[in-house]
């Protein structure tokens, strides 16, 4: 997280080792011999004995030690005694950590009460509601990025509650503002921004996992990412799917489903093979993953710079990405390179995408994914509760669809719920006729 006032040291029976099983993106915890051994050179600085482990100040000093038999790393509870040791020290003459929600219980409050500087990191779970960053250049990251198996610890889910997008960054902030390592879905923006809304600032987006993000009403822009005003963002390793940017006028008003850019701002979307964002299946009219305004003649246009960035197609088709002139697609790849699949970011046991069309009249699509093949209980009910249809049908592992023909019912609200044994979820349906 770009915090470095804490160096760590361990010590072993064995010779110093610059490498060691377990570790994560070669970041280490250097072992150096004990006293106790006499076939090596020792460290005796401090009287060092096996398995135990010092903490360090910037200026080298020591600040804390113990033995790490103790501590057992595939423990949660464990590793996060580790984390929060870790923290303590490093915001000592430096930046500050506030832990959601050991310290703040919300995000919006650790939000309120932070620095310039500071870091708020926040534990797994789902947060719903908007958040605004407010005017301050802070990182905002969850746990998922302190080393621990994501497996293990599960995801930080900015669940949006319908009113607006999901985070608005639109302080004045620079690039050392970070949004790292969240699952960002849920936001509904009436005209511009579903899951995250920058403008006049300039942070850093890194490695968000942004879906099912909605932007539009009569028109709409970004519906996973907009940029806007005078802003110069960092767009790192994101994976964007499944945001759409739709509405009820008939008109061809809908643009970015993935990413918007407005014609004053200059964002860098990628940038190499480990910077590249995953952009699929989002919506629009036009520039369904990445879409660029313009006023003047774009003849002689630069480009934004979006190297490494991957589509389902590369080059990505006009429909895609829009205008192609507007874009610096070099070095682009394909998604299936990766071996990522559709459902690698899916953390219930099935997930309901929207309906489409919806509105629609009189047959709609209704799509699920499942992690693994089971059955479940399908129900549509009208406005007053009755069940209007019901099933339990068997679906295969991946993503499924069945169509509902609703020819013989009148114009309005259904709702379609699906569950399993353990999960129910619902999606709201228009009928017009």
């Not at 903490?55 to 600040?63: C, S, T, W």
């Not at 995801?155 to 509650?161: A, E, I, K, P, V």
């Not at 008109?251 to 918007?260: A, D, P, Q, T, V």
């Not at 991946?398 to 979820?425: D, V």
């Amino acid at each position: 997280m770009g915090v470095n006032d804490v160096n760590i040291i361990g010590i072993g029976k064995d010779a110093y080792n610059e490498s060691l099983s377990g570790m994560i993106d070669g970041i280490i915890l250097p072992w150096v011999e004990d006293i106790e051994d006499n076939d090596y050179p020792v460290w005796t600085d401090y009287g060092a004995v096996q398995r135990s482990t010092y903490f360090l100040d910037r200026n080298g000093e020591l600040i804390y030690q113990f033995n790490i038999t103790t501590l057992d790393p595939d423990d949660p509870e464990d590793y996060d005694y580790i984390i929060n040791m870790i923290l303590d020290y490093r915001s000592d003459g430096g930046p500050n950590v506030i832990r959601v929600s050991a310290e703040e219980q919300t995000i919006q409050s650790a939000i309120n009460n932070a620095f310039d500087g500071d870091i708020i990191l926040v534990d797994p779970g789902t947060y719903t509601g908007q958040i605004n960053l407010l005017d301050k250049n802070i990182t905002l990251s969850t746990l998922l990025y302190t080393g621990y198996n994501s497996e293990d610890i599960g995801f930080s889910t900015l669940q949006g509650d319908g009113s607006g997008p999901v985070v608005i960054i639109n302080g004045g902030q620079d690039q050392s503002t970070i949004l790292l390592g969240f699952e960002i879905t849920g936001g509904n923006a009436e005209e511009i921004g579903g899951g995250i809304l920058i403008e006049n600032s300039s942070p850093t987006i890194d490695r968000n996992i942004i879906h099912h993000n909605h932007s539009g009403l009569c028109g709409g822009k970004g519906g996973g990412i907009a940029v806007v005003g005078t802003s110069y963002p960092f767009i790192f390793g994101n994976i964007i799917h499944n945001n759409d940017v739709t509405g009820d006028c008939d008109c061809e008003c809908y643009f970015g489903g993935g990413i918007y850019v407005d014609n004053d701002s200059w964002p860098i979307v990628g940038g190499s093979m480990t910077l590249g964002n995953i952009l699929y299946d989002n919506i629009s009219d036009i520039g369904s993953e990445l879409y660029r305004d313009h006023i003047d003649d774009t003849t002689d246009w630069t480009p934004i710079y979006a190297h490494h960035n991957y589509f389902d197609s590369c080059p990505p088709d006009l429909y895609s990405v829009y205008p192609t002139n507007g874009w610096d697609l070099e070095h682009c790849h394909t998604r299936d390179i990766l071996g990522i699949g559709k459902g690698q970011i899916i953390i219930d046991e099935f997930y309901l995408y929207p309906n489409y069309p919806n509105p629609f009249n009189p047959i709609t699509t209704i799509r699920i994914f499942l992690q693994n093949p089971m059955y479940l209980n399908i129900s549509i009910y009208d406005i007053k509760g009755a069940v209007i249809y019901s099933d339990f049908k068997y679906f295969k592992d991946g993503l499924n669809e069945f169509k509902w023909n609703a020819k013989n019912h009148t114009s309005g609200m259904y709702f379609i719920t699906i569950a399993s044994q353990s999960i129910l979820k619902t999606q709201k349906v228009l009928l017009v006729k």
